[in-house]
């Protein structure tokens, strides 16, 4: 069972430059999303896609863009990184079907930090 | 907002105790509660997830209930072993909204 792949796992970046990280789910769902977990704030929703070809903004989306090109696909870009989006970064996904409708699943994290 | 509390922030527990982990939130329009798994520099695992319509869900030695009136959601793990040491995370998602308000967890270490 795949699920949820990310890449890179890790990163190490300089200040200003552009980075995507990857995510792939395996398993149909239709709703995606990216957090950033950091020690004493949690998790954090940056971006999220309802559907394909849909995106909305989360709670801390300066400085990151998505697309939802299609079901399985959802990267996230830092378009100039900066040394506050250190963090470590987590792709997700949820169902909308069956008595599990909402489950969110997580991938394993891809940790980035900005130097 | 959805504010999702964890208390406390940390515990230990001896191996074969009972574990209660609590959690509660702001607004009781919820549209299902999560419950999760973290090991260090690990993705979360979902361990259970309730309906608003549920009282409770069962899995193995994990069972969680729900009490939506009171805004609060309870983990309990039968016979803590050392591998039950983890981060636990609950996570609460609105009605009519797609996202979820998470807690910091709750960092659980059982000691053999």
């Known amino acids: 069972i795949a699920g949820i792949t990310q890449a890179p796992t890790s990163q190490i970046l300089a200040a200003g430059r552009r980075m995507t990280l990857r995510c792939t789910q395996d398993?149909?769902?239709?709703?995606m999303y990216w957090y950033r977990q950091d020690l004493g704030l949690g998790l954090r929703l940056i971006h999220y896609s309802n559907t394909a070809g849909t995106t909305g903004k989360g709670e801390v989306p300066d400085g990151y863009s998505v697309s939802r090109a299609n079901t399985d696909d959802f990267p996230l870009t830092l378009a100039s990184a900066v040394p506050s989006q250190t963090s470590v970064y987590f792709c997700?996904?949820?169902?909308?079907?069956?008595?599990?409708?909402?489950?969110?699943?997580f991938g394993e994290g891809s940790r980035l930090t900005v130097l | 907002k959805q504010e999702v509390t964890q208390i406390p922030a940390a515990l230990s527990v001896p191996e074969g105790e009972n574990l209660v982990l609590n959690c509660s939130f702001t607004d009781s329009a919820i549209y299902n509660l999560q419950w999760f798994r973290q090991d260090p520099g690990k993705g979360l695992t979902s361990l259970l997830l309730?309906?608003?319509?549920?009282r409770e869900q069962t899995s193995g030695r994990l069972n969680a209930s729900l009490d939506k009136s009171s805004g609060r959601s309870t983990l309990y793990i039968a016979a803590s072993q050392p591998g039950d040491s983890a981060t636990y995370l609950c996570a609460v998602r609105r009605e009519g909204n797609n996202r979820l308000a998470f807690g910091k967890g709750n960092q659980v270490v059982v000691i053999p």
């Open positions: 398993m149909r769902h239709n709703a």
């Open positions: 309730i309906q608003s319509s549920q």
């Open positions: 997700a996904s949820s169902n909308g079907q069956g008595p599990n409708t909402g489950e969110l699943f």
